[in-house]
């Protein structure tokens, strides 16, 4: 029932004077039905980990190793025609802003014709793109088709690109910050949106976000990343409730839905990210940790408590919730 699995990706950037490595070895699996959540904060490598698992990664990127299997293929290894026909068909992106993702010079009816008339020209009919653009919640459906992405609001062009990934019933749906450029209230419109998708949506979903609460509201599972490492992964509720790396304690604990209101003040974590060109051989998250003791200049064994919950840092302890 795995629809979506990667193993042990690395993805790195040309930079002058070297490489970045912004996706260091990253293995993660996705479960038809299942909502995955990754979490980090920003420059953690969350974005690049999302491009790479449908192969859309920008210009100076590379893949160094890895693959991306859906259902069982490796994307990675088939000719560019064949990806481009998995794309779309098998998995499908939802980017953090959807007015990049649409051409602001043809309606919205012609763009979502032209993305699956290219797989399937029956789905192409307007009947059937207006019920879509129904299904995520855009009134007078068959009128937002000959409206050009300009006159819609934020939230409605990201309904639009929900209802354009989902056109093909993809197997995988990726979601990159998808309710990051909203206001509150759009965000919460989008989140409750997707909710409701779990229920006629059967496929995988993968969620980016750095928002605590999107996770708590949409997630089972959740990997967090720091320098481009899967540093924990388990589900939602070992996550929130019984977090055993230092860098996912610390990260909860600058949630600003926890922050106490009489100090006044975000909490943030101290220090900064290592420089990714040249990653440190042991613990990356060491230089901030306080817990973090000679051991952690050692590389980091990944230590695992049943399927699906693992842990990268020498003081975790051997157990934890599944
Ligand atoms: N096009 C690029 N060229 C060079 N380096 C890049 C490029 N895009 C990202 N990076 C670098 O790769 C690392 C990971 O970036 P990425 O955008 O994947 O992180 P992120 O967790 O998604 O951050 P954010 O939440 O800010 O989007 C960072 O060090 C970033 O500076």
Redesign the pocket.
């Known amino acids: 029932m795995t629809a979506l699995q990667v193993e042990n990706l690395s993805v790195s ?3 002058p004077g070297g490489e ?1 490595h ?2 260091r070895d990253v293995s993660l699996s996705v479960t038809r039905g299942e909502v995955l959540g990754i979490m ?12 790479a698992m449908v192969n859309l990664l ?4 590379r893949i160094a190793h890895g693959a991306v299997r859906l259902d069982g293929t490796d994307m990675l290894a088939l000719s560019p025609a064949a990806q481009r026909a998995l794309r779309g068909r098998s998995v499908a992106m939802v980017f ?1 802003d959807p007015m990049t993702a649409f051409n602001p010079v043809l309606t919205i009816g012609r763009q979502l014709a032209d993305f699956v008339g290219a797989h399937d020209r029956a789905l192409a009919r307007p009947e059937r793109l207006a019920e879509m653009l129904g299904r995520v919640g855009i009134p007078d459906a068959a009128r937002c088709l000959h409206r050009y992405p300009h006159e819609l609001s934020g939230g409605m062009r990201q309904r639009v690109a929900i209802a354009a990934a989902l056109l093909m019933q993809p197997d995988v749906l990726i979601a ?2 998808p309710t ?1 450029a909203l206001d509150v209230t759009m965000e919460a419109q989008i989140i409750h949106l997707m909710r409701d998708l779990r229920t006629t949506f059967h496929g995988a979903i993968v969620i ?1 976000t ?1 928002h605590l609460g999107v996770i708590a509201e949409l997630c089972d599972r959740v990997a967090v ?1 720091y320098a ?1 490492e899967v540093v924990e992964e388990g589900t939602v509720d070992a996550i929130f409730h019984d977090p055993q790396h230092p860098y996912t304690r610390a990260l909860l604990a600058c949630d600003p839905a926890v922050v106490v209101p009489s100090s006044g003040r975000l909490p943030t974590i101290g220090g900064r ?1 290592p420089d ?1 060109t040249a990653p440190p051989r042991g613990c990356a998250f060491a230089p901030r940790c306080t817990l973090a003791e000679a051991a952690c200049e050692a590389p980091v064994p990944r230590r695992t408590a049943g399927a699906g919950r693992s842990v990268l840092c020498h003081s975790a302890p051997q157990g934890g919730q599944g």
């Open positions: 950037y040309r930079v970045l912004a996706v980090g904060e920003s420059g953690c490598g969350k974005s690049t980990l999302a491009a920008p210009a100076g990127a953090q990159d910050e990051t980016v750095h990343m481009g990210l990714l």
